[in-house]
Structures are given as C-alpha cells and as structure tokens.
C-alpha cells in the first residue's frame, strides 16, 4: 500500500501472460455501489494505470472494457457483470465490474459469488443509497473482506471528509481513510496523503512521485492518522500493542501495516481511499490495497458441495491439484460467437477439450430444469471486454472464459466425469414485474421460443411463464430496466420482434345468489335433428369448494346416459366463464329436469343443453369477478414506513401488521389484490428510496368490487 512508502513498480498488462501457477497469485475483487458512482470508469482507470489497456475504456482492438451492448449507452449504465484481469506485481487481479442498478441483481449476485472481496465505489458528491447499506450489510454476514472507495472527487459537490462520515455512520465500526486527497491550489485533486507512511504521493506531472510529508501536512493529518491507528490496533492480534500505544510508545509502520492488512483481509477493518479515475490519483494505491491486503482465494470458504442426488461431499480446499469443481457465474450468447461461460474455478485446473460433467440444480418454477449432462470443455479464454485471449488453464482461484458448453447455464457446476458435484446454489431475487409479450408475426412464434429458452439459460433472475388461464407468455422481470434490456436482446441479438400486450391477472368468477337456468337445444336439419332441453338449479358455494354437481331427475326425463353429458356441458362452460371469460368456481348444479327425443337427442345435444342452461342461470341471477389476493411482506428503512402503509391502502391492501426487524428496518404484512401489484416491485423501490424489498404469494380469490368489475366486463367486451 501506499502506506508502505515504495513505488508500484514491476507492473505489466494483462492478457495471455496472466495465467497464473498457483491460487497465492490471484485476487477476485468485485466492484459494487449505486448506479453512477463510476465503477466503470474506475476499472478503466486501474487497467489503464498498469498498461492492459491503450487508454481509459479502450482495449488494444479499440473494443470498449465493460459495455458490450448498445443498450447500455442508451440507458446509460452497465447491465451485466464484466470481467476485466490485470496483473500487478506478478499477482492476477480479477476485476468483476458489477451493475449498480437493483435490476440487475442476478449480475450483481454472480460477481459477489466470484469474488473473495468486494470494493464498494461511493461518490464524493452523492452519498451512498440504501441499496448499497443493504448490499454492506449483506457481505458482513458472510464475512467478505471490504474496502471503500471514493470517487468524483473533482464534482463540485465534492466533500471527501463528509463522505467518509457519511460511510462510517452507515457502513458502522471499521471504517477509516488510509489515505487523504491532497488539493492543489486550485483546489484540484493532486495527490494523495499517506496517513501510515507520512508521505506523499504526487500526481500533479502525470506520473506519480513520492516524497516525505513536510510539518504542515503532518500537522494535518495527526487526527485522521491518530484515529486510524488506534482502529487497527483494537483489531491486533498482539495485546500488548494497545497499552503500548496509550504508554506513548511509537509503534512501528511495518507493524501497524502488517495487522491492517490482516484485519483487511479477515473482513473486521474497511480501508477508505480516494480515487480520481480521470486523472489516476490513487489508482495505483488502490491496486496496492488489493494485492496486499485482500485474501488469496485459498483464505476464502468455499461453497459447500455435494454430489447431484444431495449426498455431502468432502469439503473443498483452493488446490490446483485438487478435484475440478468449477461454477458457471455467468453465460453470455452471441448469434456468431455462440455460447461463452463465466467460469470461477474453486479447485482443480481446467484444461481446453477437457470432458465435464455439468450439474444444475435447477429452478423449474422459473423455467429451468434439474439436468446432469456430460461436455466438453471448448477453449479458454481471459476476457478483456469484447478481446478473448487464449490461455492454457485455469488454476484453483481463477477466473475463465470457457466456449462451447451448449448445456451449462448460469449457476452450473462443472466437475469430473468421474467424480460428478454439485455447488450450493447461491441467492437470487425473485421477479416479481410481470410483462406478457407475443411475436409480432407468426413467423416469429418459433424464434422467440429458442431466443427465450436462451435468456433463461443466461438470466436466472428471469421467470418464463405459459399462464394456463390467460394463455399469456409471461416474463417475469426485477425491474422496467431489467425488461427493457430483454427485449432489446430480443430484437437485436436474437432478431425477434415482439410486442407488450396488457398482462391479464387470473381472474374468477361465481354465483352471488341461486339461481335457475334452462338450456335449450333443437335443431332440425334433414336427417337426424339435435334435441335436448335440460333445467338446472344454481347455488354458490364457500369460498375454495370447487364444482358439485347433483342429479335430482325423476322419471326419466334426462335419459341415464345423458345426465354425464349435462355434467360436461356445464364444465366445459364454467372454464369458459359467464361473464367476461374467466373459469367459473365454488358451484353446486343441480340437474332437476329436462326432456330428450327417442331419435334425435345425443351426447353432444345434452352437452350443449347444459353450457347453454349455465349461461341461462348466469344471466338470471347476480354473477360476480373474483380476484386473487396476495399476501405480501415487505421489508423496508423505519423512515418509509408511512409512505408505504398509505400507499398500501390506496392499492386496497388490508396492512395486517408490522414489527421492528432491527437495523433501523420494519416488516409490514398485508394482504393486497393482485391488480394492484402489477408496478409494485418498481414503486416500492421508488417510494423506499431503494431500502425495501418484497414477496408475494398467493392466498385466495375474493370479490372485486362492482366498479371494477364492470370495467373489467366492458374492456372484455360485455
């Protein structure tokens, strides 16, 4: 680190010489944070500091480093996990640049499943959202290594000193700056202050120079240095060093630096460093923290594995020469390219054309099926933006793009023919915005079938559903971005065009009163006629009975045989709905009388005879909609819990109750008609600043109230 005083030195690009020979020699960092605070440009700004790229955001191809659609310049943000290596003093950095925005959590979550650490990226002048306290609070419970860096420090409203406030009150107990911006006098950025080494770190000339702090500048910085030291001693190993400290004694640099990179690297100290990406301050200090301070992916636990029926398995250690399990945290598609896979290899060493067994668990309600197949690993790569460079192997630790495995989706494990595994599966949010899409042509149906079975492959955050009531194909998506971003895929990767209909909720509808029907059939045509006339009695039934039916004919008015055709004439009529062509449920019919003809009555008269007595009784007595209630649970900061209560009740929702969860969060309960939930995941996170979360399940259908009935009646065309 900066800290330790010396120069970054010995640094060279990345590439095909970044194969590393054993796990020491590798550090997986994730970048995470709200959208804007300028990851992106950050990774661009640490390759380009060592060489791997021509210049900021350019690869040697002229390929951009992280956007690899054109959607993400028209929204503005990057939508996908990139992987960008870079290699610094003979040590592989896997750089993992992660979305910031909350809809594209399934990338986010497969780069903190990749990394042993993650670098959360702040902006001087926006403070940091509450997605990002979640997502701290999130890696605290799994212990991973953390480290801060503040951007932007050159906007206006750039105050580092407040930022770094802002971060210990949210971020809590641990956090300190290791470094202060030193401004020039223009008040620009120049360099940087180490608050350990007591030196400084010059970029006013474009290059970095190191020279010993003068009085002034120590004098300045004897508060945030004091504070800092005092907070890598409480995390020491060493006792003594405490009361040594408070005696008076100068503790040794080497000392302090050698405890603050194991509290770094066992996640109980969060290092605060300024970064100017546009003019490299810091960018080098950074890599230092990295290399030195962070956990080689031999310190971090492993997944638990077991084999793919559920037996445990031996647990894995980070060795090179260990049995090959190896997880799929990404998979990409290109109509040339083809398939390309993500791989984090946790032990072992994959090889090009090497056979594989792949395992996934699966995830049928979201259109992915339980599979173990055999494969054959393609070539290797190490992924530079669009650039794919050929590497030998991938050792335990590493990260590597793997061509051609047709089957292995996103979440897969790949391990020995021989020896089959399977990773645990990792969390992933459920999507809860409903889009209902059709190919815009018949032509299409075909291809949009294929191009869809290819998002769920890469996206598991993506649910594909038939819904067998509407007969809607259904997304279910995280977010409008998260939408917007498929169907571009659609149309642009996979040459699809479809369109967005209005998604249709699974109504149903009932009898309110008994009711009477009859249903009349004669036609007389030449030949055999059709003749059947049934009456039938109506009455509703409690909420979840279903569909009783009653035969009360005496005298044989019904023949016997036909009675079964009454029956299913009215449940072919009751799926086909009374009123706006939902199924009809909780019904007893009772079949009391009718008439037949010795020649011309049939099955299929009787049957038409009872759907046309249903809709007889349907029009006589008071039919009704019913509509599916959800019950709903939603998490969220204290401070929204009244914006959120009054906009429950202006969607109908009946709050059941909320309790304090701890953390500064609430748990509100309620139960909410489902019409009111088709933009809830998109307006809870508006309403909540992005601090709360929800899920939904279905509880029961109810009445809607007649107003919206009737509009929904109209819009049906009745």
């Not at 084999?307 to 040339?336: F, I, Q």
């Not at 939603?634 to 914006?643: K, M, R, S």
Request: charged share 25%; with cysteine; proline share 6%.
């Amino acid at each position: 680190m900066g800290a330790k005083g010396g120069g970054h030195g010995g640094q060279t690009g990345a590439g095909g010489a970044c194969t590393p020979t054993r796990g020491a020699a590798i550090r997986n960092v994730v970048l995470v944070g709200h959208t804007g605070a300028g990851k992106t440009t950050l990774v661009e700004a640490l390759l380009a500091s060592v060489g791997a790229i021509t210049r900021p955001g350019r690869v040697e191809d002229g390929s951009t480093v992280s956007d690899f659609e054109e959607i993400e310049h028209r929204l503005g943000r990057s939508v996908s996990l990139a992987a960008a290596p870079v290699l610094v003093d003979d040590v592989k950095v896997n750089l993992l640049d992660a979305p910031g925005y909350a809809d594209f959590a399934g990338d986010l979550r497969a780069g903190l499943r990749a990394a042993d650490a993650a670098l959360f990226v702040v902006s001087a002048a926006d403070g940091v959202d509450g997605s990002t306290q979640l997502l701290w609070e999130e890696c605290a419970a799994v212990g991973l290594p953390r480290a801060v860096v503040v951007t932007k420090l050159d906007a206006a409203r750039a105050d580092f000193d407040e930022m770094v406030l802002i971060c210990q009150r949210v971020f809590g107990e641990g956090v300190a700056p290791l470094y202060l911006p030193l401004l020039d006098d223009e008040e620009q950025v120049a360099g940087l202050i180490g608050l350990l080494s007591q030196q400084i770190f010059d970029y006013s000339d474009g290059s970095r120079e190191v020279v010993a702090a003068d009085p002034e500048h120590l004098e300045l910085i004897e508060p945030a240095r004091n504070a800092l030291i005092e907070g890598i001693i409480a995390e020491s190993e060493d006792e003594t060093l405490m009361d040594r400290y408070l005696d008076g004694e100068e503790i040794d640099v080497k000392v302090l630096i050698d405890d603050l990179e194991t509290a770094v690297a066992r996640g109980h100290f969060y290092p605060v460093i300024p970064v100017s990406a546009l003019t490299g301050v810091g960018t080098r200090e950074l890599l230092e923290l990295v290399t030195q301070g962070f956990p080689a992916p031999g310190e971090h636990l492993i997944p638990a594995v077991t084999t793919p029926d559920g037996e445990p398995k031996e647990p894995l250690g980070c060795d090179p020469e260990g049995p090959l399990v190896a997880e799929v945290v990404k998979t990409t598609s290109d109509p040339y390219v083809g398939r390309i896979s993500l791989v984090r290899v946790f032990s072992g060493t994959l090889r090009p054309d090497q056979p594989v067994h792949v395992s996934g668990h699966g995830m049928a309600e979201r259109g992915h099926p339980d599979h173990d197949v055999d494969e054959r690993v393609g070539a290797l790569s190490s992924p530079l933006g669009k650039t794919q460079r050929a590497v030998e192997f991938a050792v335990a630790g590493d990260l590597v793009a793997v061509a051609k495995l047709a089957h292995a989706e996103t979440g897969d494990t790949l391990s020995a023919k021989d020896d089959p595994a399977l990773m645990e599966p990792w969390i992933m949010p459920d999507p809860l915005l409903p889009v209902a899409v059709a190919a815009r042509a018949k032509s299409d149906e075909d291809k949009l079938a294929q191009a869809l079975a290819r998002l769920v492959a890469e996206d598991p955050t993506l649910r594909l559903e038939i819904n067998p009531e509407t007969h809607q194909l259904v997304l279910w998506c995280l977010g409008e971005a998260h939408r917007d971003v498929l169907l571009d895929r659609l149309s642009t990767r996979y040459g699809v065009a479809v369109e967005t209909i209005s998604h249709r909720v699974s109504l149903r509808e009932t009898f309110a009163s008994p009711a009477r029907g009859r249903g009349r059939h004669v036609k007389q045509s030449g030949g055999h006629g059709q003749y059947a006339i049934c009456e039938i009695e109506v009455e509703p039934l409690p909420h979840g009975t279903g569909f009783e039916f009653v035969d009360k004919v005496v005298g044989g008015a019904v023949p016997r045989q036909f009675i079964p055709s009454v029956e299913k004439g009215v449940r072919t009529q009751m799926e086909r709905g009374v009123l706006a062509g939902y199924p009809v449920v909780d019904l007893r019919v009772t079949l009391v009388d009718g008439k037949a003809h010795s020649v011309d009555s049939s099955d299929m008269a009787f049957q038409t005879a009872g759907a046309l007595a249903l809709k007889d009784a349907a029009a006589q007595a008071k039919a009704t909609l019913l509509e599916p209630v959800e019950a709903v649970e939603i998490t969220l900061a204290d401070e929204f819990v009244g914006a959120v209560l009054g906009d429950l009740s202006g969607r109908r929702g009946r709050v059941l109750g909320t309790e304090p969860v701890g953390g500064g969060r609430t748990v509100v309960r309620a139960e909410v008609p489902a019409t009111g939930l088709a933009r809830y995941p998109v307006e809870l996170r508006s309403l909540s600043h992005g601090t709360g979360q929800f899920t939904r399940e279905y509880l029961k259908h109810e009445p809607m109230p007649a107003n919206l009935a009737a509009k929904v009646m109209e819009a049906e065309g009745n």
